[in-house]
């Protein structure tokens, strides 16, 4: 075991790498550059420009930019100064003055680092995660053992709603249900310190994943309760539960497994739109604008904190893997 | 019973994880959930006068990127930076030029040398003396290239700016910089130069320009020349302005408190030099209209900004239509031909293709009525409008007619003409309607070319990728018709880089606006300027932005202004108040 | 590997396999009714042009948001008319026609790239969870960068590249949207279908075929693929809305099907953009939104309908329940 994770951590280091080199040259590739203002603007001069370019290095030659900002650089004065291995994810190109570790996990004197952008979103994710865990397992397992009864089909139907659906028109609907009939929470929250008002965006953020859950636990459930090893142990008389709990779950949460790892990295970094309804202060609208506004050094910085949260969440799948089906073995 | 034990171990661990994660990153501080209008009282705050009443304002503009003076050119950015500092001068809600932290001013006799006069004793909202020389450091600041802020360009015209920002060698950059460092220069009353920021005495800023600069009084106004404190950038760093006590301002108010992307607030500044305001300000960030929208109507914003989709029910609710608040704005939208470009160097093509356009049809259907039908460039109300344009004004049989006398003769010898557009859902209304009315009207097929915005961007800069027209928007920066016609359409400007205008009877007039020193005839010469761009077509104006608004009842003294950053009366933040009688029990 | 021709009695009884499932299928209601459902939309797909009450591209000024027929007085204090059943647009132009034209996009970008997808991940998942080791440790770990970097750039570099060359124009740009969303969009189904062969791998009739020497291929197909069907039909059941509203996401970068003024066209509205458009317009016409969303819903959950019965009888071990 030990010997399999110091491999798979030394793995990451090529993937790591792998990512970081496909993101820096796709952005370099994308045309247009983190200064274009679209033409309704006025537009930055050629010298500003040259400045602009000198001061944040990409006056070099793109190979020497990839290796200063993974690795490091000398600076002006001639010291070594560290890239993102040493946790410098670089100057963010739109929010002049500010380091993209500042802005995705900054924080000031008197909070901790649950308040940072990365803190509020990995709350809120991990809430939408738990939501989907508690409620669609379960709701999956039930909907397997009810196959085509009512609570299969209620089931179905919600799960419909929540893919077909877009996220924002749930939150809309929730809003004016939760908020403007029943009063229970304002529409936009005033402080985030109050757990109230943490469940609307978690529900909003959770919805796909909830659904996605329950279906996938239901396909496998039904998938599993087929096999002919149940169908033996059934037939030798075993206690129903004693079925379910031994025979079929193990195997059944295989594919909702699979599934869950990733997702918590993509309910991590996917808050876009419960931050533009909700004013929630998470790291969503960094990984979405990042893009559009060519600012180099953040994408690079929010696509390798993905990347090393997808890495580490595919490795925890695999591990729980043979924990849930000891057959399976990890070398 | 293993698996399943382990499953409600570990299901019971995440619950457990995540509510200890919510549960126990309470802040130190919480803030009280308010009522409607109210705020709580600050002890903590530098100045201990208060008040109780706070206006809660939603920027629809989102969270902003930097609240630097010299850096910020967006809306978001700037509609924090007017509530904290004041600039030499400042406007009224009418567009004049009125006295800011400067009492008065004077110029030479041909407007190369101005002199502010700045207020005695007059005090940031710490209680220390800003005197003149905060003024010249934040000009040279602004000046600087190393700054390299948006709108460094804006004071180009200080004698050896422009050799100290776009010199070609180190000695004509050292050379340019000298020259500055001459030209800003902050004096005592008695005559002799400042070299204190502590001097009481420095109340005098003398400016020295390459060439007359009439319109100077406007520049002083704007958020570049806003007095930054040297010493709180030299210590804390280019990243100063994120913490919210850095912000030490001569504005009507000071900033509070700053929640990244969630809230920001504001309180009067009991240093203002002027009346005392009467509310505290809160900013919110949502962008998601129809939420806001909601929350307006759950009384937790008293100010928003409406909508397009919402105005129709505003205006057909009976309390919301008594809320709604619509004036006139400040910028200028149409479709600017590429008259480099085939086939829009012909000018009766340009001629046929604007008069295609029903202009009120466009601001009734398109717009939903937020925005003011126009054959002008600088909009209705600003200081150089003109009323009674009727040229290149929607007239079908014209367009046609037009066309035919082209050097095409028909729709069917046109090139392809592809509308190249940066989309947004609001963008591809706009241009599918465009296409359509050129096809109805013209027979022309315009085939519609959607791209990423900053993708589009990038095609504009280059005259060889540009496309054969585009949407133009052009707002002012000041209340002169300086920015109007000088700054977009002089040779060199930005129709020049965009699409390559350039006619050389409007420098001519440009040229003499720029520098005539009798305000009269600057207006007529900017009049005539403008006059002799829409004899050329070389774009068809559509309209003139409004100002669409949603204030609550209880919310008073609001003064208009068509320049108002995201929120109304935002260039008279003082005289806003609540009225507390009204609000919602 | 040389395929080996099936002995004749094999394939008689898969025949009689095929039968039964055929039996199975048309004996389970709700997938009967799912079949009749997709028909119904494929239908109004393919004669959209004879079907929709209005030229889907025609404005009529002055009747922008205009309600539903039946509301008397909508939020806009405007009254629905018959001649636009489900209102207009922020234009004036009729939903109910530019519904039906979206019929035609969206049931194509709805199925065409989840196929492609579900072969492609299906396909890599099955090999690495079939052989595992070392093969398995290198797929998976491609995948994991596929995974993390961003998807954004990719389609903006696809756009700026390749869109106005041949393979860009082909089928109004769909084509090129359909190899965007391939590119991306396979790792999921190949990590799921991977986890599940792990599992499937190590029981006892599968190593049964092994020993008795049954070649690779043959035990993935029969042995392996069934057990992972019944999560690849969750999976399209998930991945089919989404495609639909990634189409219009995308179309706002330029990518996928051009906005057309010509009323001839093929391919002029989509589901997912009348979804984008209704999203800001909710309370002053909330068709624009509503309309879209319940075809997508009910053409996903005619799917999962479908997509179970099909699976339910494939199975040849429910033949006695």
Redesign the interface.
């Known amino acids: 075991m030990a010997k399999y994770l110091i491999r798979r951590a030394l ?1 990451m280091i ?2 790591i790498l ?2 970081a080199l ?2 820096f040259l ?2 370099h ?3 247009g550059g983190p200064w274009d203002r679209d033409p309704t603007r006025k537009q930055l001069d050629a010298s500003t420009l040259a400045k602009l370019e000198e001061q944040f290095g990409l006056d070099k030659p793109l190979w020497r930019q990839f290796t200063s900002y993974i690795f490091g650089d000398v600076d002006e004065e001639g010291n070594w100064e560290w890239g993102a291995i040493g946790g410098n994810l670089g100057p963010s190109y739109r929010q002049r003055g500010r380091t993209v570790q500042d802005i995705l996990f900054g924080i000031n004197d008197n909070t901790t680092f649950w308040h940072s952008k990365f803190g509020y979103s990995l709350r809120l994710a991990l809430l939408s995660f738990t939501f989907a865990i508690v409620v669609g397992i379960p709701s999956g397992i039930i909907s397997a053992l009810k196959q ?1 009864t009512w609570i299969d089909y209620l089931s ?2 919600i799960a ?2 929540g ?4 996220n ?2 749930i939150g ?1 609907f929730l809003i004016i249900i939760v908020s403007v009939w029943l009063g229970w929470a304002p529409v936009v929250p005033r402080d985030w310190g109050s757990i109230n008002v943490w469940i609307m965006p978690a529900l909003v953020l959770g919805f796909y994943t909830t ?2 859950t329950a ?2 636990m ?3 459930m ?2 599993v309760m ?3 090893y149940v169908r033996t142990a059934r037939a030798k008389g075993l206690h129903e539960t004693l079925v379910v709990d031994r025979h079929m779950l193990r ?1 059944a949460l ?2 909702v ?3 869950l790892g ?1 997702s918590l990295a993509g309910l991590l970094t996917g808050s876009f739109i419960v931050e533009t309804m909700f004013g929630f202060p998470g790291i969503g609208r960094e ?1 979405v604008t990042a ?1 559009s506004n060519r600012d180099y050094s953040m ?1 690079m910085g929010t ?1 390798l904190v ?2 090393v949260l ?2 580490v969440s ?1 490795l925890m ?1 695999d591990i729980m ?1 043979s924990w849930v ?1 000891p ?2 073995k990890l ?1 | 019973m293993r698996a399943k034990k382990r499953c409600t171990q570990l299901l019971a661990l995440l619950l457990i994880i995540s509510i200890l994660a919510v549960g126990c990153a309470k802040p130190t501080e919480t803030p009280e959930t308010t009522e409607p209008g109210a705020g709580t009282s600050e002890t903590s705050s530098p100045v201990s006068v208060t008040t109780d009443k706070t206006l809660r304002i939603n920027l629809n503009s989102g969270y902003p990127d930097i609240i630097d003076p010299q850096k910020s050119s967006f809306m978001a950015e700037i509609a924090h930076l007017i509530m904290m500092y004041q600039g030499l001068t400042a406007f009224d809600s009418e567009g004049n030029v009125i006295p800011g932290a400067a009492e008065r001013w004077e110029m030479n006799d041909d407007a190369t040398e101005w002199t502010f006069y700045i207020r005695e004793n007059l005090k940031y909202s710490d209680g220390s003396l800003l005197n003149a020389k905060r003024f010249e450091y934040a000009i040279l600041r602004n000046i600087n290239p190393e700054t390299a802020g948006e709108y460094g360009y804006i004071t180009d015209e200080i004698n050896g700016a422009e050799a100290w920002r776009y010199g070609e060698t180190d000695e004509e950059i050292a050379q340019g910089q000298e020259t500055v460092m001459q030209s800003v220069v902050a004096l005592r009353t008695d005559g002799t130069v400042c070299e204190s920021y502590d001097d009481p005495e420095g109340l005098v800023l003398k400016l020295t320009f390459s060439r007359p600069v009439p319109y100077f009084g406007s520049v002083a106004a704007l958020w570049v020349t806003f007095p930054v404190k040297e010493e709180i950038i030299t210590e804390k760093g280019e990243d100063w302005w994120i913490d919210a006590a850095n912000h030490i301002g001569n504005g009507p108010f000071y900033m509070a408190e700053m929640e990244p992307q969630v809230r920001t607030t504001f309180k009067p500044n009991a240093y203002y030099h002027g009346e005392m305001a009467k509310v505290n300000l809160e900013y919110s960030y949502i962008t998601e ?2 939420v806001v ?1 909601q929350a307006y109507q759950n009384d937790e914003f008293d100010i928003i900004s409406v ?4 105005l ?2 505003i ?3 009976d309390v919301l239509s008594e809320e709604y608040l619509q004036y006139a704005g400040s910028c200028t939208f149409g479709f600017i031909f590429n008259s480099s470009k085939e086939p829009f160097d012909d000018p009766k093509v340009r001629q046929a293709f604007a008069m295609a356009l029903d202009r009120e ?1 466009y601001s ?3 717009l ?1 009525g937020l925005g003011i039908a126009s054959l002008t460039w600088i909009p209705a109300g600003l200081p150089g409008s003109v009323e009674d344009e009727t040229r290149w004004g929607y007239d079908p049989e014209a367009a046609r007619q037009a066309l035919a006398e082209s050097s095409y003769g028909s729709a069917e010898n046109l090139p392809t003409i592809v509308d190249t557009y940066s ?3 609001r963008n ?2 706009r ?3 465009l ?2 009315a050129w ?1 109805e009207v013209l027979g022309v ?8 915005p900053t ?1 589009y961007s990038a095609l504009t800069k280059d005259i060889e990728t540009a496309p054969q027209l585009f949407l133009l928007g052009w707002c002012a920066d000041y209340p002169d018709p300086q920015t109007w016609i000088s700054a977009y359409w002089k040779t060199g400007a930005q129709a020049w880089n965009m699409v390559g205008y350039s006619n050389a009877e409007v420098d001519e007039k440009i040229a003499m606006a720029d520098t005539s020193l009798d305000q009269d005839v600057r207006i007529q010469l900017y009049q005539e300027a403008q006059d002799l761009i829409i004899a050329d077509c070389p774009a068809a104006f559509m309209y003139h932005t409004t100002q669409a608004f949603l204030v609550k009842p209880w919310v008073t003294g609001i003064e208009p202004f068509a320049m108002d950053v995201l929120w109304p009366g935002s260039y008279e933040p003082t005289s806003v108040d609540i009225d507390t009688s009204l609000l919602p029990q | 590997m040389k395929a080996q021709p099936l002995p004749n009695e094999l394939t008689e009884k898969s025949n009689s396999l095929w039968h039964d499932a055929w039996l199975r299928l048309i004996r389970n209601k ?1 997938a009967v009714m799912g079949v009749i459902i997709i028909l119904v939309f494929a239908f109004t797909a393919i004669f959209a042009d004879k079907i929709a009450p209005h030229n889907p ?1 025609e ?1 009529n ?2 009747s ?2 205009l309600p539903a027929a039946w509301v008397k007085e909508s ?4 009254s629905g008319t018959t001649e636009f059943i489900l209102g207009t647009d ?3 132009r009729d939903v109910l026609s530019r519904l039906i034209y979206g019929a035609r996009v969206s049931m194509v970008t709805g199925f065409v790239p989840v196929g492609i997808i579900v072969v492609i991940g299906t396909s890599i998942g099955m090999i690495a969870g079939y052989h ?2 070392r093969i398995d ?1 290198i797929v ?2 491609i ?3 596929f ?4 998807d ?3 389609y ?2 696809l ?2 590249t390749l869109r106005d060359t041949t393979v860009g124009q082909m089928f109004s740009g769909l084509l090129l949207l359909f190899i965007a969303l391939a590119f991306v969009s396979w790792v ?1 189904v190949a ?2 279908v ?3 062969v ?2 499937v791998r ?2 006892e ?1 599968i190593e049964a075929a092994r020993a008795i020497g049954a070649p690779t291929w043959r035990i993935m197909m029969r042995h392996i693929f069934p ?1 992972v069907l ?2 690849l ?3 399209i ?2 991945t089919v ?2 495609m639909i ?1 990634v189409e219009a996401v995308l ?4 990518l996928g099907l ?5 009323p001839e066209a093929i391919f002029i509205s989509s589901w997912g ?1 009348l ?3 209704g ?6 016409q909330p068709w624009l ?1 509503l309309a879209p ?1 319940i075809c ?2 009910l053409v ?2 005619s799917f ?1 309908f479908l997509g ?1 019965g099909l699976r339910d009888a494939l ?1 040849p ?2 033949k006695n329940t």
């Open positions: 793995w090529p993937v792998a990512i496909v993101t796709l952005m590739a994308a045309p085509n179905a139907f419909n709603i893919v077909s659906v877009p924002f028109v809309i659904a996605f279906r996938l239901r396909s496998s039904l998938e087929r096999q002919d195997n295989i594919p497994i699979t599934m990733p990984y893009i994408i696509t993905y990347g997808i890495s595919n799948v893997y089906d057959r399976i070398d | 209209s129809a929208f909508a397009a989709e919402d129709a029910t205006l057909n609710d049809a009734r259907d398109v939903s989309d947004t859902a591809r209304l241009h599918e309607w296409a359509a096809k097929d315009v085939e519609l070319n959607p791209v990423e993708t | 709700a591209l404005i000024a002055r922008s948001f939020a806009t204090g405007k922020a234009i004036g595992g080791g440790n998976m770990r995948t994991d960068v995974y993390a970097f961003p954004l750039l990719i903006i570099i756009v700026a999921s990590r799921i991977r986890g599940s792990l599992s190590e029981q009739y057990n019944s999560e039909v969750v999976i059941a998930f809305p989404r509203i179309g706002y970068l330029g051009r906005p057309t003024t010509n953009s979804m984008l458009e999203q800001s317009a909710i309370s002053a939104l969303a997508v819903g996903v959950l999962t179970d199975d071990r429910m």
